[in-house]
């Protein structure tokens, strides 16, 4: 009884039925649709790796300046053993020893593509070299004369707030996240033939005009372009926020590239036994000298 006046229904609405099937099988994609994102997204994990790719999305689009450093945490480093090496002035590579630590150092394959950059210079411009690989015994060091700096300002913040703010300053250095105690990111600026650095809009490590910022004039935006220009040709990515910061391979360079899963270099040093101690080759050899 039931099954014939389901039947004589449907005889009775056929046309509206028919004129409505494009609807229900709209409807019915897209409760699938909802369905399969639900359980694709029911991983903590596939979570995190869309959020990156989302987040990287909306920087490649120019919605986001920078990328939080919430998300370079989150790439994974496999680590490839390029040993740290010697960078040994040139002709076309100046040093900088009162910001470097000694011995200047950095990896293998970075030194040799710093070198590529070099040689595709003109003759009247060289580059100088402000910091490189960076020990995480004087990161710390750093880390805590601004945390000490901030408390002298403002006693009462305590020192967890203290440390907080400055990590809006400096890279923590507990966060295995910087790019120079990897000695996979080196600090940068094209100079002339005496040593002069050209203008760029402000001093090497003032934060206080980022290229995003329209503050710059044309000559100031010309020679940023041209250093990012001839770097990012070898492979280095540029951190937005400060014009002079180049890397290639670590956490920083491999969120920008969008490779979650993309870093190659770790971490120089671990701590063993409450000391920190080199866990790759460190070469004292001169291979780079031509």
Request: aromatic letters at 12%.
């Amino acid at each position: 009884m039931i099954f014939d006046n389901l039947i004589a229904w449907f005889i009775d609405n056929k046309d509206l039925i028919i004129a409505k099937i494009p609807l229900i099988i709209f409807i019915t994609c897209l409760i699938i649709i909802l369905i399969c994102v639900l359980i694709y997204f029911k991983s903590k994990r596939r979570r995190r790796h869309f959020a990156f790719h989302w987040h990287h999305l909306m920087y490649r689009l120019g919605i986001r300046k920078t990328i939080s450093r919430r998300y370079v945490g989150r790439v994974h480093v496999h680590e490839c053993y390029d040993p740290l090496v010697p960078i040994i002035p040139t002709k076309k590579i100046i040093l900088n020893y009162d910001t470097l630590e000694q011995p200047v150092l950095i990896r293998k394959n970075v030194l040799k593509k710093i070198n590529k950059v070099a040689d595709s210079l003109p003759d009247n411009i060289k580059i100088k070299v402000y910091k490189a690989f960076t020990s995480k015994q004087t990161l710390n060091e750093m880390f805590e004369k601004i945390v000490n700096k901030i408390l002298e300002e403002d006693p009462k913040i305590g020192r967890h707030e203290a440390i907080r703010m400055a990590k809006y300053q400096s890279t923590d250095p507990s966060g295995n996240l910087g790019g120079h105690e990897t000695g996979a990111a080196i600090d940068i600026a094209f100079c002339d033939d005496s040593g002069k650095d050209f203008d760029y809009g402000s001093n090497i490590f003032d934060r206080s005009t980022p290229s995003y910022k329209n503050v710059l004039n044309k000559e100031q935006k010309i020679n940023r372009k041209y250093l990012v220009k001839k770097m990012k040709k070898q492979g280095f990515v540029n951190f937005p926020a400060e014009w002079w910061h180049f890397s290639y391979g670590d956490r920083l360079w491999s969120a920008y590239k969008g490779k979650r899963n993309g870093g190659i270099y770790s971490s120089a040093e671990t701590n063993i036994n409450g000391k920190y101690q080199f866990t790759i080759p460190v070469k004292n050899s001169e291979f780079n000298k031509r």
